[in-house]
T-cell receptor
Framework: RKEVEQDPGPFNVPEGATVAFNCTYSNSASQSFFWYRQDCRKEPKLLMSVYSSGNEDGRFTAQLNRASQYISLLIRDSKLSDSATYLCVVRDTGRRALTFGSGTRLQVQP | DAGVIQSPRHEVTEMGQEVTLRCKPISGHNSLFWYRQTMMRGLELLIYFNNNVPIDDSGMPEDRFSAKMPNASFSTLKIQPSEPRDSAVYFC?????????????FGEGSWLTVV
């Protein structure tokens, strides 16, 4: 079983739609969680950290459910520029480096 | 501010040749990471350093791969001899520390093709 699992997609949605991605992680000792965004042929970039209480940044909302070991990302009012691959990322207490999911691809269509 | 700088950006080499990838982390960052990305396996951690010391190299695929960090501003990842299956994008990343809240910042990657 992979440490971090995501639905690869692609999710094809029209502009203005709301879309949600989920991610599950296997290590209950994981302590930090992030969403990264990766555009085609570019490096991953931090989108937002995920806090236990949930957090929002503009059109983006991230949630963490420690009991079920999953993380979610909600994007409201999708823009064409949101088209990218969204990577779920976890850091555990033992291995300090970040472990990446394989990503969920989003394509927002006009 | 300069981000993580990697070189070369693109390299095409023949099987059996030595490949050296270079990385300059963000100034002031104490942790450095090497990742490899392929379509099949996604982003995989190869090795990471803290204060120039290798902490975990369990992701290095085999003895053909080696990494060094001689000082706080420079690291290399070497493949010798290279094989076609090493073709991938190699990302270097850095962070201020290994503390849980610290995120990491990636360079633009080195695109390696071994023919």
């Amino acid at each position: 079983r992979k440490e971090v699992e995501q639905d690869p997609g692609p999710f094809n949605v029209p502009e203005g739609a709301t879309v949600a991605f989920n991610c599950t992680y296997s290590n209950s000792a994981s302590q930090s969680f992030f969403w990264y965004r990766q555009d085609c042929r570019k490096e991953p970039k931090l989108l937002m950290s995920v806090y236990s209480s949930g957090n929002e940044d503009g059109r983006f909302t991230a949630q963490l459910n420690r009991a079920s070991q999953y993380i979610s990302l909600l994007i409201r009012d999708s823009k064409l520029s949101d088209s990218a691959t969204y990577l779920c990322v976890v850091r555990d207490t033992g291995r300090r480096a970040l472990t990446f999911g394989s990503g969920t691809r989003l394509q927002v269509q006009p | 501010d300069a981000g993580v700088i990697q070189s070369p950006r693109h390299e095409v080499t023949e099987m059996g040749q030595e490949v050296t990838l270079r990385c300059k982390p963000i100034s002031g960052h104490n942790s450095l990471f090497w990742y490899r990305q392929t379509m099949m396996r996604g982003l995989e951690l190869l090795i990471y350093f803290n204060n120039n010391v290798p902490i975990d190299d369990s992701g290095m695929p085999e003895d053909r791969f080696s990494a060094k960090m001689p000082n706080a501003s420079f690291s290399t990842l070497k493949i010798q001899p290279s094989e076609p299956r090493d073709s991938a994008v190699y990302f270097c990343a850095s962070s201020f520390s290994l503390s849980s809240g610290n995120t990491i910042y990636f360079g633009e990657g080195s695109w390696l093709t071994v023919v």
